[in-house]
């Protein structure tokens, strides 16, 4: 499927999705997804902050900041992307997209244990579409470490269309499961 028929397609399902719906189902993601990274003695991680019509990500950025993790989330200027090691005492304020980022300095830094980043659709071939920036693929062809996404189950729109710049994921996380190499 083209990226533009993807995308349109993929936010009107998650559109259909109540706000309970959504809660109910991060939950359930942000639940796995902890466990994992957890059951895997991993020291760091990238993840984005979420808005409106993604998964939520503050109970996971919450429970690994409790356990000591180092948990960095994305810092934009311009047309790059920067991390900003976070605490409990973070203040944010919203980017140009309305993005909360930390007013703290960002810096280069690609080293994460693992890397979590949002989507707007997907494909089971681990295949991920943003919403056509560039930001999260041009940090991710620098990452170390494992690349991981959250997603609703209904972002997946079947087959997508790639270029060279798409980075796949290695695992993806829905309501329904995890699709990738580890299960």
């Not at 189902?25 to 895997?40: E, G, L």
């Not at 796949?168 to 190499?181: A, D, P, R, S, Y």
Request: charged content about 25%; some cysteine.
């Amino acid at each position: 499927m083209d990226k533009k028929s993807a995308r349109n397609l993929a936010k009107e399902r998650v559109k259909s999705l109540s706000d309970a719906e959504k809660l109910i189902k991060s939950a359930k993601i942000a639940s796995d997804f902890t466990d994992y990274f957890v059951s895997r003695g991993f020291k760091s991680i990238f993840i984005y902050k979420s808005v409106e019509n993604e998964v939520s990500t503050e109970s996971v950025i919450d429970a690994l900041l409790k356990q000591g993790i180092k948990v960095f989330v994305p810092k934009t200027s311009g047309e790059d992307m920067f991390v900003a090691e976070i605490n409990d005492n973070t203040e944010y304020l919203p980017n140009a997209f309305g993005i909360p980022e930390p007013v703290s300095a960002a810096t280069e830094f690609y080293g994460a244990d693992v890397n979590v980043v949002p989507l707007v659709a997907f494909d089971e071939k681990l295949n991920r579409l943003g919403h056509g920036k560039g930001y999260y693929d041009r940090y991710l062809a620098r990452a170390t470490g494992k690349i991981c996404a959250f997603a609703f189950g209904c972002q997946n729109t079947g087959a997508l269309e790639t270029e060279t710049h798409d980075v796949k994921m290695h695992l993806i996380f829905t309501e329904n499961g995890v699709l990738g190499e580890e299960r």
